[in-house]
């Protein structure tokens, strides 16, 4: 009996079933065991985090409720004994649940006495610093060493019994740092409990896992050997079904011969794209076998780029419908890589019950050469341009905006008056053929970004059709974004007429050339000069008998470059060289300006068009040659006239800020020397208070001969001899005849001068210098007198200002004037406190710099130092003069000097920042004074620390009715009554102030804050 591979590869498979099988249940077994233990160890550590979140939690909570009292420490509303009460009674009372019964929290100070300890109260209000578990570790000076390392606190694991238990368990225990009351505060956990309940989870899991894989392995096994007994019956029917697959290899070889014999490259594909099989055509067409071949994507073989997700689906959706469609498709070899073109038709088969495609490939890479040599010699037959009309335009798609030159105009046929079209409008214009030429064009430029050269025809308003050369761009704006669409417009109608001319005949060819204005070149394949139309003549001014006829390689260049220009010639004649031998340059169809210096003598600048002609299998090469010259001055001016606003838009900037006057003069100099072209510029004003500001810019002054500034040293000085009296015509007329004189020429400097008005006076003027004559053009003169103008106004500015600062001065020294006025008068009235202001002045001003008062609140505290007891001007005669001691009513009346102060000083408005001394220096730290019982920083700074220079200056000056305190008493009475009268850090600032016989040597390092 013949073997069957099939039937010895079934057996094979059912013993390796079988010895896979239990070798995969002794696998999972041992697997069960190693997981186990992971599980225990991942579910302690689980676990352990799980305790540790909800010992943050609770500890979290405990501190939370006792902020309070640790706020109110912070403020001083309670001392730190009565804080530390509070907070005992409120965490002895926190307690919670676990799994070993109740847990409490703990509170430790930092010399390691237990505060709080409800399980074990005995060791409360005991020092346990040196308490040890078994295993060594000092449990209290953990705990304060973990809450103090960190501000979120921290973890500490050691051994301690628990409730009722007589052996040591691991605890877990979180505490934070409570620095205000030089404690810690933290709770517990036993873990035991904890990981054995856990444990016990995963093993009960493990057990009943291992189990249900026994009985898997079971029900595996029983499977096999119902396998086993169905793998004989397969191997009865495997012989049957050899003998038939042998008469079917027969048939298909027969058939693949056909297959093979085929001109074309079969391929089979699924609708996915993955090719089953092909035929041996594959090895001439695609380089490469059948078997490299099968298995791999269409992508393989197609070129970069040409396989198309959605447009092969598409064909393919035909071919099942039971069409069959043939197209076009460019594939690539195998092993060089080489792209080329195919001709592809398809149809949907069944292959071996599945619907595949089944593509039929022919190379047409030879036809598709020709058709691309036919259009190729289309194109370079159409190669030739004229130059027309020309213009700019640009559009701004944001706003809409159509800006055009004065030359589309011309080109359009439109009155110069109006506006340009609009986009809607300008598309009307085109010819309705071109429309949708135009609108893709501007599709695609937008969406890549990249500059367009077209044609159109446009018709005009009296019907003529026109052919236009389009150039398009975009210009960002700020935000990088394709915003501007510009470019150029020509009128091409004449030049594509005269390349048709050319087509047709060589006489209406020369007749065309000769009347274009613009220049036309015509060289032949030797580089010979058959060309040289009017155009170029009149551009040149070179006439055609001096070139016609001679290779351009005889001389050095078709035109010639002035010595100043940079241009490169030599790289034009290689692109010609290029463009004669092999019909191809990068500057064909490109637009160049190239500077020329005409037979006259006259510099020009020309853009010139290089264009191919074939002939006889021959290349000749065109230059037609566009005279802009005029068009680039006008742009130039354009430039020149926006520089000249811009200037002035400076000027304008200047005027609205307080700058510096000869800054500012001198700023107006160089825009007058940059857009007068003059080399110097110098300009003199007379400010208020007979001051003079003066300023000049040259470009020929030097170290050794200022000329310039020597003139402007020269005119200062003749000024300043009269500066009191006012400007005037004459003095013009004497500083007109100060001239500077050029050593280099030998001659005095042209000059012109405007004087400078201000409301129809002169107060100073403007000169410019040059060594060339001064221009005389309306458009030189206008400038300079807007210059001037705008300089006069600018001075004028600058006297408004300064004069504005000025009546500021003076009415401030008329209020600080008053203000001492004020003090004065009170010091007469109350003989006894004569001097008292002057002193405490001196010293509460150290005192404030000391506490570092804000340097931006002295002035207000001083005129409040001055002012301290203006109240008392309304307290009567009888009391304030009286030499006894007060009464009690007296008294009353005496304090209400504050509130007087206030009513009489709050209603100015120049003192509201000066009301705090006058109404608070009676205020006192504890609350005890008057008039509004103020405490603690609920007084203002300034008024704290006058009331400690005050009193200091009372206790130690001469009255009437008592002799000065010495310093020593005085200072004890400021110590007493420390925290008590006095904020208890300005005493101790002032007292070292007093006591410093060197400040340099000993700086304070307080601050004080408001």
């Known amino acids: 009996m013949q073997n069957i591979p099939e039937v010895d590869e079934t057996k094979k498979s059912i013993r390796f079933a079988i010895i896979q099988t239990l070798g995969i249940a002794f696998v999972v077994i041992i697997g069960i065991i190693?997981?186990?233990?992971?599980?225990?160890?991942?579910?302690?550590?689980?676990?352990?985090?799980?305790?540790?979140?909800?010992?943050?939690?609770?500890?979290?909570?405990?501190?939370?409720?006792?902020?309070?009292?640790?706020?109110?420490?912070?403020?001083?509303?309670?001392?730190?004994?009565?804080?530390?009460?509070?907070?005992?009674?409120?965490?002895?009372?926190?307690?919670?649940?676990?799994?070993?019964?109740?847990?409490?929290?703990?509170?430790?100070?930092?010399?390691?006495?237990?505060?709080?300890?409800?399980?074990?109260?005995?060791?409360?209000?005991?020092?346990?610093?040196?308490?040890?578990?078994?295993?060594?570790?000092?449990?209290?000076?953990?705990?304060?060493?973990?809450?103090?390392?960190?501000?979120?606190?921290?973890?500490?694991?050691?051994?301690?019994?628990?409730?009722?238990?007589?052996?040591?368990?691991?605890?877990?225990?979180?505490?934070?740092?409570?620095?205000?009351?030089?404690?810690?505060?933290?709770?517990?956990?036993?873990?035991?409990?904890?990981?054995e309940a856990q444990s016990m989870s995963i093993k009960q899991a493990t057990t009943i896992t291992s189990l249900l894989a026994m009985v898997v392995i079971l029900l595996s096994l029983n499977s096999l050997l119902r396998i086993r007994s169905t793998g004989k019956r397969l191997e009865t029917e495997i012989i049957k079904r050899g003998s038939i697959q042998t008469k079917l290899a027969d048939s298909e070889m027969n058939l693949r011969a056909v297959f093979n014999a085929m001109s074309d490259v079969i391929i089979i594909h699924t609708t996915d794209g993955v090719i089953i099989e092909t035929n041996d055509r594959v090895k001439d067409m695609f380089g490469c076998g059948r078997d490299e071949l099968i298995g791999t994507h269409l992508t393989e073989i197609s070129a970069e780029g040409e396989f198309l997700e959605?447009?092969?689906?598409?064909?393919?959706?035909?071919?099942?419908?039971?069409?069959?469609?043939?197209?076009?498709?460019?594939?690539?070899?195998?092993?060089?890589?080489?792209?080329?073109?195919?001709?592809?038709?398809?149809r949907t088969v069944t292959w071996y019950g599945q619907m595949v495609v089944l593509a039929a490939v022919r190379d047409i890479?030879?036809?598709?050469?020709?058709?691309?040599?036919?259009?190729?010699?289309?194109?370079?037959?159409?190669?030739?341009?004229?130059?027309?009309?020309?213009?700019?335009?640009?559009?701004?798609?944001?706003?809409?905006?159509?800006?055009?030159?004065?030359?589309?105009?011309?080109?359009?046929?439109?009155?110069?008056?109006?506006?340009?079209?609009?986009?809607?409008?300008?598309?009307?214009?085109?010819?309705?053929?071109?429309?949708?030429?135009?609108?893709?064009?501007?599709?695609?430029?937008?969406?890549?970004?990249?500059?367009?050269?077209?044609?159109?025809?446009i018709e005009r308003p009296d019907g003529e059709i026109r052919c236009l050369s389009v150039i398009l761009d975009w210009l960002p704006d700020e935000k990088e974004k394709r915003r501007y669409i510009l470019g150029s417009i020509r009128d091409v109608t004449d030049k594509n007429r005269a390349i048709e001319e050319i087509r047709h005949s060589e006489e209406k060819f020369r007749t065309t050339v000769q009347q274009m204005t613009d220049g036309l070149v015509l060289i032949d394949k030797d580089g010979v000069i058959i060309e040289w139309n009017r155009g170029n003549e009149l551009?040149?001014?070179?006439?055609?008998?001096?070139?016609?006829?001679?290779?351009?390689?005889?001389?050095?260049?078709?035109?010639?470059?002035?010595?100043?220009?940079?241009?490169?010639?030599?790289?034009?004649?290689?692109?010609?060289?290029?463009?004669?031998?092999?019909?191809?340059?990068?500057?064909?169809?490109?637009?160049?300006?190239?500077?020329?210096?005409?037979?006259?003598?006259?510099?020009?600048?020309?853009?010139?068009?290089l264009f191919i002609i074939r002939v006889d299998h021959k290349y000749r090469v065109g230059l037609i040659t566009h005279d802009i010259t005029e068009e680039k001055a006008a742009l130039e001016k354009i430039n020149h006239e926006l520089m000249k606003l811009a200037s002035l838009r400076k000027i304008d900037a200047t005027i609205m800020e307080r700058t510096d006057p000869e800054k500012t003069l001198e700023m107006i100099c160089s825009i007058a020397v940059d857009q007068l072209k003059m080399d110097g510029a110098i300009t003199l004003a007379k400010l208020p208070a007979d001051n003079l500001a003066q300023a000049?810019?040259?470009?020929?002054?030097?170290?050794?001969?200022?000329?310039?500034?020597?003139?402007?040293?020269?005119?200062?000085?003749?000024?300043?001899?009269?500066?009191?009296?006012?400007?005037?015509?004459?003095?013009?007329?004497?500083?007109?005849?100060?001239?500077?004189?050029?050593?280099?020429?030998?001659?005095?400097?042209?000059?012109?001068?405007?004087?400078?008005?201000?409301?129809?006076?002169?107060?100073?003027?403007?000169?410019?210098?040059?060594?060339?004559?001064?221009?005389?053009?309306?458009?030189?003169?206008?400038?300079?007198?807007?210059?001037?103008?705008?300089?006069?106004?600018?001075?004028?500015?600058?006297?408004?200002?300064?004069?504005e600062e000025l009546a500021y001065s003076e009415l401030n020294q008329a209020y600080e004037s008053t203000i001492a006025g004020w003090s004065k008068a009170l010091e007469l009235r109350d003989e006894e406190t004569k001097g008292h202001s002057d002193r405490v002045m001196v010293l509460a001003c150290k005192l404030a710099k000391k506490a570092r008062l804000p340097q931006s609140r002295m002035d207000s505290f001083k005129r409040g130092v001055l002012l301290h007891d203006i109240g008392k001007m309304g307290i009567p005669d009888r009391i304030l003069l009286k030499p006894g001691a007060l009464n009690e009513e007296e008294w009353k009346i005496m304090r209400q000097h504050p509130v007087m102060a206030y009513d009489l000083l709050s209603t100015i408005p120049y003192l509201k920042d000066s009301l705090e001394v006058p109404y608070a220096h009676h205020e006192h730290w504890d609350g005890s004074g008057y008039p509004r019982g103020l405490k603690g920083k609920e007084i203002p700074l300034s008024a704290r620390i006058f009331t400690i220079v005050d009193v200091w200056d009372a206790l130690s000056s001469d009255r009437p009715y008592r002799k000065g305190w010495d310093r020593q008493t005085v200072t004890k009475y400021l110590m007493d009554n420390k925290s008590v009268l006095f904020d208890p850090r300005l005493v101790d600032l002032f007292l070292e102030m007093i006591n410093q016989t060197d400040p340099a040597k000993n700086p304070a390092s307080d601050e004080i804050t408001d």
């Open 34 to 195: 190693l997981y186990l233990n992971y599980s225990i160890e991942s579910s302690k550590t689980f676990e352990k985090q799980k305790i540790e979140g909800e010992l943050i939690e609770l500890t979290t909570l405990s501190r939370n409720s006792i902020e309070k009292d640790i706020a109110d420490l912070r403020s001083g509303k309670l001392s730190r004994e009565e804080t530390q009460i509070n907070v005992i009674s409120k965490i002895r009372s926190m307690t919670y649940k676990d799994r070993y019964g109740e847990n409490y929290i703990f509170l430790i100070d930092y010399g390691g006495q237990i505060l709080v300890q409800p399980y074990q109260p005995w060791l409360e209000n005991t020092n346990q610093w040196d308490m040890q578990d078994v295993n060594g570790v000092y449990l209290i000076r953990d705990l304060i060493k973990t809450a103090k390392s960190g501000k979120e606190g921290g973890f500490v694991t050691y051994q301690y019994k628990p409730p009722n238990k007589e052996v040591e368990e691991e605890k877990l225990s979180y505490v934070i740092d409570i620095p205000e009351l030089e404690c810690v505060i933290g709770t517990g956990k036993y873990l035991r409990l904890y990981y």
């Open 310 to 346: 959605e447009e092969n689906r598409k064909l393919w959706e035909k071919a099942l419908n039971g069409e069959s469609p043939v197209f076009e498709y460019r594939v690539r070899r195998m092993d060089t890589g080489k792209e080329f073109f195919v001709e592809i038709a398809i």
């Open 365 to 457: 890479q030879e036809r598709k050469f020709i058709e691309r040599e036919l259009r190729r010699n289309q194109v370079m037959n159409e190669q030739a341009e004229g130059m027309g009309l020309y213009g700019n335009y640009s559009f701004d798609l944001k706003t809409r905006e159509v800006t055009w030159s004065q030359g589309l105009y011309e080109i359009f046929k439109r009155d110069r008056n109006s506006s340009p079209p609009g986009m809607d409008e300008y598309l009307s214009l085109i010819v309705p053929e071109d429309r949708d030429r135009f609108m893709e064009i501007i599709k695609k430029s937008t969406e890549t970004g990249e500059t367009q050269k077209l044609e159109y025809h």
């Open 539 to 609: 551009i040149t001014g070179v006439p055609a008998e001096d070139v016609i006829g001679k290779s351009i390689w005889e001389n050095d260049s078709l035109y010639k470059i002035y010595e100043s220009s940079s241009f490169d010639y030599k790289k034009i004649g290689k692109e010609i060289r290029r463009a004669l031998s092999t019909g191809a340059s990068k500057y064909q169809n490109t637009p160049i300006e190239m500077p020329i210096l005409s037979a006259g003598g006259e510099q020009r600048t020309v853009e010139f068009t």
């Open 696 to 803: 000049c810019v040259s470009r020929i002054d030097t170290l050794e001969e200022p000329i310039v500034y020597r003139t402007l040293e020269l005119q200062a000085a003749l000024l300043r001899q009269n500066l009191r009296q006012p400007f005037s015509t004459k003095k013009l007329e004497l500083i007109n005849q100060i001239l500077p004189f050029d050593s280099t020429s030998g001659k005095a400097l042209h000059h012109a001068i405007l004087p400078l008005v201000v409301n129809k006076r002169i107060i100073g003027y403007m000169e410019v210098f040059s060594r060339k004559a001064i221009p005389t053009d309306q458009e030189w003169n206008d400038y300079f007198h807007t210059l001037a103008g705008q300089t006069s106004i600018a001075i004028e500015n600058i006297t408004l200002i300064a004069n």
